[in-house]
C-alpha cells in the first residue's frame, strides 16, 4: 500500500482533506491504473511548491515506478488503492488518531506491506512494515537500502536492488 502525507487527492478534494493540520485522510482507488495523471488530482499542501507534482501526481505517489517494480517482481501486488493525508503543522493528536485509522483500514484490506511517501525532499530506503492480519499490528520492519526512492528538481530517483539507478525526470520521459 502506498501512503502519503504529500496531499494528493483527486480533483475537487471530495475528502476536503486540509492543507495544514488536516483531521482527515482519503483512499483512492489506483486499481487497474500504471499512471496518475494530472489532470485527475490537485495537492492540498501549503508546505512546499506542489507544481511538479500537479504535474505528475507519480513525482509524489509514485504509482508508475511501483507498477514496473510489481510486474518485475520485486515487490508482490500493489495495493488498489492509496491513502493521502496532509502532514503540515499536525499536531500529535491528530496525526496519532490518523495513524490508528490508516492502521485499521490496512488490516482490515489485508495490506501486508505499507511504502510511505513524504512531501520532503528524501525517503531514504523503504521501511516495510508486515501487518498481523489477525491483530493489525505490525509484526516486523523491514528497512529495505537497497530500493531507495528520494524527490529531487521535480524527478523521483529510484536505486533497485541491483544498485541501478533510475530517474522519472519531469518531463514523463521513461526511466533511465
Known sequence: MLITDGG????????????????????????????LRGEDYEVSHGGYDTRFVQEDPDRLVPLDAMREMEKNGVIGKLHDEFISTCGRSNPLSNTRRLGREIAEKAKRDGVDAIAMTPSGVWLSGLSLQRIDPITGKPVGTLQQTGITLAYGSGSLWVTDILGRILRIDPQRATAR
Open 8 to 35: 494528493l487527492v483527486p480533483k475537487g478534494n471530495p475528502d476536503r482533506i486540509e492543507g495544514t493540520a488536516a483531521t482527515r485522510w482519503g483512499s483512492y482507488n489506483i486499481g487497474g491504473s500504471d499512471d
